[in-house]
């Protein structure tokens, strides 16, 4: 009777080869096809470390730590939200929440101009405390995601071997380049090389300074040693 009451209201009774296939049809339709992220867990890791020189080349080697984390991030609350995952951390992690807490601090410090430093507006410094900071975060989240995922989907010595990847392409960035502009030294502001040559003098020859380099859209810190050179006298004498 139950059958014959449900068929009358234009539906389907229980049971029935039609509702069978409806509810496949439906689980197909609800579960469709897995997304990337769920076909291939790694794949924000490995596009930020082995495509690191491209996101350097197209000035975007800043930014790409926080755009990538957005995906790894929405990928760790759903295995939270849905229980399939339990989020673990690795030894020492409090030691860095620690640090990001002083680093988030250093809002209040946003307004102080530390001695013998050219004074610059509040804005500018705005914008380098916000890139700093998001860049921790999407570090952060790199390395809980990373060390999230199973063998399978991240084997460990692949993303060792892309970490050591992304130290060869960091150590050829090193030193000073053509195109680079020399903006600061041990956090001395200067202007190019005739800034520099000003501001060297006897009291920096034979220590390590700081140099800081633009280079494209980004800071590069570079440790150099100035040395005395022998003058040279006229006729090689």
Known sequence: ?????????????PGAPGATQGRRRSGRGALGRPGLLARHPAWPITVLLVGYPLWWALGLADFTWIFLAIPMAFRMLAWHAHGARRIRMPP???????????????LAALTLTAPGTVPSAVSHRVISYGDRNLNYLGVTVMLLYAGNLTESELPRRRFAWMLGLLAIYLAARAGVQTGDRMVALDGVRINGIDGLQRKLDASLIGRDCELQLLRRSSVVKVTIRPIEMPAHRDGGK
């Open 1 to 13: 009777m139950l059958a014959v009451a449900v068929a009358e209201e234009g539906g389907t009774a």
């Open 92 to 106: 020492g992690f409090g030691l860095w929440l620690l640090f990001l807490i002083c680093s988030v601090a250093g």
